[in-house]
């Protein structure tokens, strides 16, 4: 059997060892650290006891989850997301994940937030602690290409690609008639809307 914890604390198996016989019985015992507590149990354990019997009838992997003292969430009943994510169109969401992000990119958002940290119409690879193991991401967006993505650690080495995308510019923002978007080596499709949602332009 295997164990994890989020958060900070331990897990203490009894009998000790990991590797049992089918129908065996352990008890998984776990113990917070100074200023946390320990919350429930989750994957093959189940219940907020910080004592919980396992039956061995296969193998098996529990978790203990922890939280800080007196920590509280952002925002209210978040969605869980898997990163890497993106998010495209208005609204307001919040998002939760435990995994971990390399670097986030945001435009057009009226309001960007991780784990309480203001990263409005930004590209960053350095985030706030995770409370609780865990980002919670509040987006708001007013626009149909309102963005917001998250890119995982499988992907932190950024191309040319990608880093064509992220130093792209486009001049003057906004225009009345005509605009100049330049330092892009490598597209898809280019597309230009007005401030209305209308498309303006498209180049593929």
């Not at 958060?7 to 113990?31: D, E, F, I």
Request: proline share 3%; hydrophobic share 35%.
């Amino acid at each position: 059997m295997s164990t994890n914890v989020t958060g900070s604390g331990s897990v203490v198996l009894n009998p000790s060892g990991g590797v049992y016989a089918s129908g065996a019985v352990v008890t998984a015992t776990a113990t917070a650290q100074s200023g946390w507590h320990f919350v429930n149990w989750t994957g093959s354990a189940s219940g907020t006891s910080s004592a919980v019997q396992v039956t061995m009838s296969s193998n098996k992997a529990i978790t203990a989850n922890f939280e800080v003292n007196g920590a509280t969430t952002p925002c209210a009943n978040p969605t869980p997301i898997s990163v890497s994510f993106s998010h495209d169109g208005s609204g307001s969401y919040c998002w939760v994940t435990s995994d971990d992000i390399s670097y986030i990119n945001s435009w057009n958002t009226t309001k960007l937030e991780i784990n309480g940290v203001d990263f409005k119409n930004l590209w960053a690879n350095s985030l706030p602690a995770k409370i609780n193991g865990k980002y919670y991401i509040t987006f708001e967006g007013s626009l149909g290409w309102s963005h917001f993505e998250a890119v995982g650690s499988a992907q932190k080495a950024i191309n040319a690609k990608d880093q064509a995308i992220v130093k792209m510019e486009i001049y003057p923002n906004p225009a009345s008639k005509n605009v100049t978007i330049s330092n892009i080596k490598f597209y898809n499709e280019i597309r230009v809307f007005n401030s209305s949602g209308t498309q303006m332009f498209v180049k593929k």
